[in-house]
Every structure is written in structure tokens, then in C-alpha cells.
Nanobody, 129 residues
Framework: QVQLVESGGGLVQAGGSLRLSCAAS????????MAWFRQAPGKEREFVAT????????YYAGSVKGRFTISRDNAKNTVYLQMNSLKPEDTAVYYC??????????????????????WGQGTQVTVST
């Protein structure tokens, strides 16, 4: 099992930045990949970004590529999501999840929420106009 706790959300104006954190515990963090998803009101949970066990490989949804950066610190058992140039359509609850593979898939099709068993409580990000 793994426990995940997200933090760092808040209210920001369009064009601003936020950095989300997700602290993991329960299993050896450096053994598995991690991913971020988000869920806007009335919409399904959607994939945002993923990072391999070592941090070497990353993959992003097209809607955030070039604006968001996923990273991890295995010494701190934490994965981050740096979000720049935020838009109102980025407003959502952001969740992290663990993918018990070491590497990542370069396809959004793989990243269906139902594939993952462990989720944090989420952190709200609100982007105002």
C-alpha cells in the first residue's frame, strides 16, 4: 500500500504560477512511477503528467505541455507539479497517484484513472480571470 498527501493548491490569477507537492509513504518511493491527474467540476478525472521512478522520463497531456513541469525528489519521497501560465480552464482538484511500474507510457490512453488504486485527497487549484 501507499499513502499520498497533496498540498500547494490555492487561488491564483490567470498567468500566475503554483507548485503542487505530493508526499508518499508506505512503499519504497524510488521503485515506482508517479502521475498527476485533475478533476474539474462536472467532468471526469483526467491525466496531467507522469514521471518515471528515476525522474529521467516524463510525459504530459497536450493541454499542459510547455506550461507544467513534473519532478520528483526520491530522498524526500515527494513528487512536484510546477504549474506556470495558468489558465481558468486549469481550475480543478489535482490528485497524485502511484503507478507501480518503474517507467512510463508515452500515451494518454494508458493513463485511465481506473487503472490506479491509490489516490491522495486532492488539492484545489482555482485560476481566476
Amino acid at each position: 500500500q501507499v499513502q499520498l498527501v497533496e498540498s500547494g493548491g490555492g487561488l491564483v490569477q490567470a498567468g500566475g504560477s503554483l507548485r503542487l507537492s505530493c508526499a508518499a509513504s508506505g512503499r519504497t518511493f524510488s521503485n515506482y512511477a508517479m502521475a498527476w491527474f485533475r478533476q474539474a467540476p462536472g467532468k471526469e478525472r483526467e491525466f496531467v503528467a507522469t514521471i518515471s521512478w528515476s525522474g529521467t522520463n516524463t510525459y504530459y497531456a497536450g493541454s499542459v505541455k510547455g506550461r507544467f513541469t513534473i519532478s520528483r525528489d526520491n530522498a524526500k519521497n515527494t513528487v512536484y507539479l510546477q504549474m506556470n501560465s495558468l489558465k481558468p480552464e486549469d481550475t480543478a482538484v489535482y490528485y497524485c497517484t502511484a503507478d507501480f511500474r518503474r517507467d512510463i507510457y508515452y500515451s494518454s490512453t494508458y493513463y485511465s484513472p481506473g487503472r490506479f488504486d491509490y489516490w491522495g485527497q486532492g488539492t484545489q487549484v482555482t485560476v481566476s480571470t
